[in-house]
T-cell receptor, first 113, second 114 residues
Framework: AQKITQTQPGMFVQEKEAVTLDCTYDTSDQSYGLFWYKQPSSGEMIFLIY??????QNATEGRYSLNFQKARKSANLVISASQLGDSAMYFC??????????FGAGTTVTVRA | GAGVSQSPSNKVTEKGKDVELRCDPISGHTALYWYRQSLGQGLEFLIY????????KSGLPSDRFSAERTGGSVSTLTIQRTQQEDSAVYLCASSFLQMNTEAFFGQGTRLTVV
């Protein structure tokens, strides 16, 4: 079974608008961590934001925020005020209690001027 | 260097040959991960290490794939009798063995089997 599901293969967003990238996960662990990474066309993997399963507040890092809904097993990434440089592939990942780190299929975001 | 280093950056090999891909993690990182990424696709989990032990080898696609880690540091992913479907970018990442620490990635090895 898929541990991480990203249902949006590709999205277009207008510059300066916000975009939400969906991520649902599947685990029976009580302790786990959720991550989002960005992969530009250069191929490097850039860490964006982290949310722990016991964190009560949604994580925020600059223009990135994570909408964590634990009961729904959802960890959506919100990018506010999109910039052309945000065009990339975005991956949701989960680290479970055994420290295995699994990634979703990714969502390609294209920012239009 | 301060980051995760992978070598070679690119490898072209003939079908049926064996290849070795190397990963030098960040010093002190206990966890080391290997992934495979085909063009435009997601990261396929292959194997990960805690120290020199591999608790989960479930992602290795076939018995042609093997990996080891020595001294809690360098890891080698070996693919025997390469096939064309093995062509992909192989990514290595390392992290501390803590839930809330991010994994740092190398630049990857692009493997092309001809």
């Amino acid at each position: 079974a898929q541990k991480i599901t990203q249902t949006q293969p590709g999205m277009f967003v207008q510059e300066k608008e916000a975009v939400t990238l969906d991520c649902t996960y599947d685990t029976s662990d009580q302790s786990y961590g959720l991550f989002w990474y960005k992969q530009p066309s250069s191929g490097e993997m850039i860490f964006l934001i982290y949310q722990g399963s016991y964190d009560e507040q949604n994580a925020t890092e600059g223009r990135y925020s994570l909408n964590f809904q634990k009961a729904r097993k959802s960890a959506n990434l919100v990018i506010s005020a999109s910039q052309l440089g945000d065009s990339a592939m975005y991956f949701c990942a989960m680290r479970e209690s055994d420290y295995k780190l699994s990634f979703g299929a990714g969502t390609t975001v294209t920012v239009r001027a | 260097g301060a980051g995760v280093s992978q070598s070679p950056s690119n490898k072209v090999t003939e079908k049926g040959k064996d290849v070795e891909l190397r990963c030098d993690p960040i010093s002190g990182h206990t966890a080391l991960y290997w992934y495979r990424q085909s063009l435009g696709q997601g990261l396929e989990f292959l194997i990960y290490f805690q120290g020199n032990s591999a608790p989960d080898k479930s992602g290795l696609p076939s018995d042609r794939f093997s990996a080891e880690r020595t001294g809690g540091s360098v890891s080698t992913l070996t693919i025997q009798r390469t096939q064309q479907e093995d062509s992909a970018v192989y990514l290595c990442a390392s992290s501390f063995l803590q839930m809330n620490t991010e994994a740092f990635f190398g630049q990857g090895t692009r493997l092309t089997v001809v």
